[in-house]
């Protein structure tokens, strides 16, 4: 598991999750549903994450667990 360090624009980085490109991760908001994500990048020691839906409401030091899959395209 890793937890969100800070969001600039519709970036989130993130201290962890172990993760690889592509991979789907989720993030917990306190009283909504998980956000899913999209690991984007990597940046010295921080995961860069785009999520799906709507980022209002995510801060610093919410939880985010990795999925172990990759986005898939149907």
Known sequence: EGSVKRVTG???E???PV???GEL???FIPDRDPIRAEVVGFKD???????YDSINGIAPGHR???LGAPVRVH
Not at 45 to 51: G, I, N, S
């Open 10 to 12: 519709q970036i989130i």
């Open 14 to 16: 993130a201290a962890g």
């Open 19 to 21: 993760s690889d490109l």
């Open 25 to 27: 991760c989720e993030i």
């Open 45 to 51: 020691d921080a995961v860069l994450l785009m999520a």
């Open 64 to 66: 985010i667990r990795a």
